[in-house]
C-alpha cells in the first residue's frame, strides 16, 4: 500500500509494547468521555435535584443497550478494514470504509425508531420510581434521537483504531469532551433543561466531533479515502461486515439486557440505594475504561494479524494484554475501595448528607472491584476471537453472561437482598470471563490445525 501505511502496523514489532501504547491512548480518550459523563451527572446532580441524578443513573443500562448495540455492530464492520489492513488490500479497505458507512446509517434509524416507540413500556418494565421518571424518560429519549451522532463518531473513531491510529480519536474525543462540558452548563445552570439539556449536550457534542473526523480521514488517512467509485453498495462486502457485526452486536445487547433485569433489581430498593449506586458507578465506569479499551486494542491487533496468518503472533498478544491487565486490576481495585467515600460528594448539592449513601455504595464497588480482571478477560477473548472469524461464538459469552447475571438478579429480587443484587455483575464476569479463556485456546488450536493443513497441500500443489 506504499505510502498509505502512515500508522501503526501490529504485524511487526513488540506485542507488549505495540498493545501497551495502543491500549494507553485509547484509554486517554475512553476516560476523557467517561469524566465529561461524570460531568453531566455532577451537573444534575447539584444543579437540578438527587431525584435527577438518580434518573440519569436508572437509563444507564437502556444506554448501554442502544450504545453497545451499536458499537457491537461498529467494531464489527471495521475489523473487515483491519483484516484487509493486514493482508494489504487496499481496494478491499475503501470497499469497507464505504458500506460500513451505509450500514451505520442504517443500524442509527433502526435504534432510533425502535427505541422512541418502545422507550416509555422498557422504563415502566425496569421499575423505574414514579418520582424521577420524566426525568428519565426525557434524558433517555433524547440520547435515543440523537443517536446517529455517536454512531458515526464511534464509526469513523474505529476506522482510524483499525489501521492502527489511536492518536487522532482521541484529540477528537478531548475536543468534543470539552464541548459537552460547556453545553451542560449553558442547558442546565442558564436555561435549566434539566435531564434533557444534559442529554442533548452529549448529542450535539458528539455530533459536531464527526466533523473533524471526516476531514482528517479525507484529508491524512488515503489508505481509508475512498474515491467515487468506491461508494457503490458491495454485497460481498456486506456480508463479510455483518457476519462480524450481528454477532457481536448481539453479543452486546444479550449483555445489556442482563444488565436492565440488574437495574431492575436495583430498583427494588429504596432510592437512596439507587442514587448511590449511580454516584459509585460514575466513578468506576472511569477506572473500568481500561477493560473495555483492551478489547478495542485486541480487535484491531488480531485482526491485522489474523490478516497476516500469524497465529503464533495472536497468541503472544493476548497473553501480553492478561499481564498487562493483572497489574491495571490490581490498582484499580485499590483505587476504587480507597477513592469512592471520598468523591461521591462531587455528585450532591453542598446540603445533601452524603454519609446516607455510603453504606450502600461501599459493597457494589468492593464486591465489583475485586473482579476486575475477569471483566479484562472477557474483554480480551471476546475481540480476539470476534476477530479471527469466530463472531458467533461472542454470542455464546453473551449468553453466559446473561445467564449468571439473570440467575443473579432474580435471586436478589426473591430474597431482597441488596449484597446479591451488587453482585450480580460480578459472578457474571467470573463465568464469562474463564468461559473465554477455555473457548479461545479451542478456537487457537483449530485454527492453527486448518492453516497448517492449507500450507500443507499449498506446498504439495507447488511441488
Known sequence: MGSGRTDTDMTKGSPMSIIFKFTMTLLMGNVAQQLYNIVDTIIV????????????????????????????????????????????????IKAS??????LSLAVA?????????????????MNTPAVFFDYAYAYISTICAGIVCMILYNYCASLMRAIGNSKMP??????????????????????????????LATVISQGLAV??????????????????????????????????????????????????IMQSAFNTFEPVAVTAITAASKFQNVIMQGMFTVGQTMAAYAGQNYGARNMPRIRQGVKAALKIYIVYSIIA????????????WIFFDTEVDVSLYIPWA??????????????????????????????????VLGFIELGSRMITSFYSIRVHNYYIAVASDPMAWIVAGLAGLFIALTIFKRIERRWASEDELALKQNS
Request: include cysteine.
Open 45 to 92: 446532580g447539584r444543579y437540578v435535584d438527587p431525584d435527577a441524578l438518580a434518573a440519569v443513573g436508572s437509563t444507564g443500562t437502556v444506554m448501554f443497550l442502544m450504545l453497545g448495540t451499536s458499537n457491537g455492530l461498529v467494531t464489527g464492520f471495521t475489523i473487515v478494514t483491519s483484516q484487509k489492513y493486514g493482508a494489504n488490500d487496499s481496494r478491499g
Open 170 to 199: 482521541l484529540i477528537f474525543l478531548l475536543c468534543s469532551a470539552a464541548t459537552n462540558i460547556g453545553l451542560d452548563l449553558l442547558f442546565i445552570i442558564v436555561f435549566h433543561m434539566a435531564t434533557f439539556g444534559a442529554a
Open 211 to 260: 466533523i473533524p473526523c471526516i476531514i482528517y480521514i479525507y484529508s491524512k488517512m488515503p489508505v481509508l479515502r475512498p474515491s467515487a467509485s468506491d461508494w457503490k453498495l458491495d454485497g460481498s462486502t456486506i456480508k463479510h461486515q455483518l457476519h462480524y457485526g450481528i454477532p457481536m452486536a448481539v453479543q452486546y445487547s444479550i449483555t445489556a439486557s442482563g444488565t436492565v
Open 362 to 395: 461501599m459493597p457494589y464497588i468492593i464486591e465489583c472491584s475485586v473482579c476486575y480482571f475477569f471483566l479484562a478477560m472477557i474483554f480480551i477473548y471476546r475481540h480476539t476471537i470476534q476477530s479471527i472469524g469466530y463472531s458467533g461464538i461472542t454470542m
Open 333 to 344: 481495585a485499590a483505587l476504587a475501595i480507597l477513592l469512592v467515600p471520598h468523591v461521591l
Open 109 to 125: 434509524a433502526i435504534i432510533t425508531t425502535v427505541g422512541l416507540v418502545f422507550m416509555r413500556p422498557l422504563l415502566r418494565l
Open 97 to 102: 470504509v464505504t458500506n460500513g458507512f451505509y
